[in-house]
C-alpha cells in the first residue's frame, strides 16, 4: 500500500467532499490510508479544521462501513510536522475506541518490526538493495513444522539521483531470499495487499503512503520529510 498520489483537483475538494471520497475509493484499503489522506490535505491546504463530534462519527461510520481495523495508538502522533495543525484534527480520535487499539496487536492487526535494519539513515533506503527481514507469525499457523523462523522478506530495489523512480519496494517470494536468512514465507497466507508500512524518524512518524516515491534534489525526501539527516525504523502494520 505505498506509491500512491493525490491529484491536485482532489486536494481542492472541500473537506467534506475529500472525506467522502476517500470513503469510497478502493485504493484506500485501511484506516491508516485514511487518516494518512487527511494528513496530506491539511497540509497542501495550509488550514486547521476539528474533528467535531459529528464528523468523528461519520468516519467511524465510513471505518465500520469498510470494515477497517482500528490503527494501533504508537501511531499517533501520525504526524508531528506543523504538529498544531494536525493534533487540532486528530486529538478527538486518541481516546476513541472504535478507532484507536488501546494494545498494538490482536487478532486483527499486528505490528512487525524489522529485524535487521532499524536505527538507519534514510537514504539507506533509497540507495541500497536491501533485504529487510521480518519475523511475523500469521495467526493460522499456530503450529509450524518448516525450518526457521515464520516472516517475510521486503526487497528494496534502489533508485539514482538521476531516476529516483526506480526505487521500489517488493515483497520477495524467491526461496532463496528466505533460505539465506533461515526464515520461510507462507505464501498462501502472507499477502503485500494487507501490509501497510510505518515509517518513522528519531523525530516523527512519516506519513508516506500518498507521497508517490522518494525524490532527489541535491538531498532524498520521501513527500515533505528528509530522508538524509535523520534515523529511521520501519514497521508493517499488517491486517489479518
Not at 98 to 120: A, G, I, P, R, Y
Request: hydrophobic share 40%; with cysteine; net charge negative.
Amino acid at each position: 500500500n505505498l506509491f500512491h498520489s493525490l491529484e491536485a483537483c482532489i486536494l481542492k475538494l472541500p473537506f467534506d467532499g475529500f472525506l467522502g471520497m476517500l470513503a469510497d475509493s478502493l485504493t484506500v484499503k485501511n484506516l491508516m490510508m485514511f487518516a494518512e489522506a487527511i494528513c496530506v490535505w491539511l497540509r497542501e491546504n495550509i488550514t486547521t479544521i476539528e474533528c467535531t463530534p459529528d464528523m468523528l462519527q461519520k468516519i467511524i461510520s465510513i471505518k465500520q462501513a469498510r470494515s477497517w481495523n482500528a490503527i494501533p495508538k504508537q501511531c499517533f502522533p501520525i504526524h508531528a510536522l506543523n504538529s498544531s495543525r494536525f493534533e487540532a484534527f486528530f486529538k478527538t480520535w486518541r481516546p476513541c475506541d472504535d478507532l484507536v487499539l488501546t494494545e498494538d496487536n490482536h487478532k486483527h492487526l499486528q505490528l512487525v518490526e524489522c529485524h535487521n535494519l532499524q536505527d538507519f539513515q534514510g537514504n539507506k533506503l533509497t540507495e541500497e538493495h536491501l533485504d529487510l527481514i521480518f519475523y511475523f507469525k500469521h495467526p493460522e499457523t499456530a503450529v509450524c513444522s518448516r525450518p526457521g523462523k515464520c516472516g517475510f522478506v521486503l526487497k528494496t530495489t534502489p533508485g539514482t539521483k538521476q531516476n529516483p523512480a526506480l526505487f521500489d519496494i517488493q515483497l520477495s517470494i524467491d526461496p532463496n531470499d528466505y533460505t539465506d536468512h533461515e526464515i520461510h514465507l507462507h505464501e498462501d497466507l502472507v499477502s503485500a495487499d494487507n501490509m501497510h508500512l510505518l515509517l518513522k524518524s528519531d523525530v516523527t512518524n512519516c506519513p508516506v503512503s500518498w507521497y508517490n516515491k522518494p525524490r532527489f534534489n541535491g538531498n532524498w525526501k520521501w513527500g515533505p520529510f528528509q530522508l538524509t539527516h535523520y534515523l529511521y525504523n520501519i514497521k508493517i502494520m499488517y491486517n489479518i
